[in-house]
C-alpha cells in the first residue's frame, strides 16, 4: 500500500514538473503600439511607434521597433516653391530587445532598448530633372543618424494576451548633420503608453 501511494505521489510530481518546464519554456511572440511623449528642438513633441518580435521563455523579446514624429515642428529655412517655413519630418528604427525583470499574474516590470538609425527631413519641394524632363517631389535636404533608446516600463494584464503599459527612458541620437538642429536637441527623456497584444 505504502508502495503504491508513493508511486502515485511520484507519478503526480513528475507530471507537475514535466508541466512546469513545458510551460516555462515556451515561446511566444507579440506586437505594441506606442505613443511617446518627448522633447524635440526644444519643443514639447509627440513620437507614435510600433515594435514586436518573438519572446523567449516568457523572459526576453527579440524583434524589430520604430517611431515617427508625430507634431509639426519648424525647419530651417522657406520653401522655395511655397515661400513657407520649412517642416521637420524624423523617424527612426531598429533592433529591439525587452527584458521582462520581474511578473506575477498582473503586474510586470520589462527594459527594453532599441538600437538603429533614423532619418531626418527639413521640407519637401519640387525640383526639375533635365534627365527626365519632368518635375518630381524630393527632398530639400536630409541627414541621417544613429539612435540608441533605452526605457523601463509598468505593465498590467488586463487578459492573458492584452497588457497595458506606462514608463520612461531616453532617446540619445548622434551623427546627424542638419542645420538649424543637432543632436543634442533631438536627444531628450521620453514618457510613453504602450498597448501589447499576443502571447507572453
Known amino acids: 500500500m505504502a508502495l503504491l501511494m508513493s508511486a502515485q505521489l511520484f507519478a503526480q510530481d513528475s507530471k507537475r514538473t514535466k508541466t512546469s518546464f513545458e510551460t516555462n519554456s515556451r515561446n511566444s511572440g507579440y506586437g505594441a503600439l506606442s505613443t511617446q511623449y518627448s522633447k524635440f528642438n526644444g519643443q514639447s513633441a509627440l513620437f507614435t511607434g510600433a515594435y514586436g518580435g518573438w519572446m523567449i521563455k516568457h523572459k ?3 524583434g524589430l ?3 515617427w514624429l508625430a507634431t509639426n515642428h519648424k525647419g530651417y529655412g522657406l520653401n522655395a516653391e511655397t515661400q513657407e517655413q520649412n517642416e521637420y519630418k524624423m523617424g527612426y528604427g531598429g533592433l529591439m530587445l525587452e527584458y521582462a525583470i520581474f511578473d506575477n499574474d498582473r503586474f510586470h516590470v520589462t527594459a527594453n532598448t532599441l538600437a538603429g538609425g533614423g532619418i531626418l527631413k527639413n521640407g519637401k519641394g ?3 530633372i ?3 524632363g519632368s518635375n518630381e517631389l524630393k527632398d530639400i535636404d536630409a541627414t541621417g543618424f544613429y539612435v540608441v533608446q533605452p526605457s523601463v516600463h509598468v505593465e498590467y494584464a488586463v487578459t492573458n494576451w492584452f497588457r497595458v503599459g506606462a514608463g520612461g527612458g531616453y532617446r540619445y541620437i548622434t551623427g546627424s548633420d542638419q542645420q538649424g538642429i ?3 536637441k533631438m536627444s531628450a527623456p521620453t514618457a ?5 497584444f499576443g502571447g507572453f
Open 60 to 62: 526576453l523579446m527579440i
Open 65 to 67: 521597433g520604430g517611431y
Open 126 to 128: 519640387h525640383g526639375s
Open 130 to 132: 533635365p534627365d527626365h
Open 182 to 184: 543637432t543632436d543634442r
Open 192 to 196: 510613453d503608453i504602450t498597448f501589447k
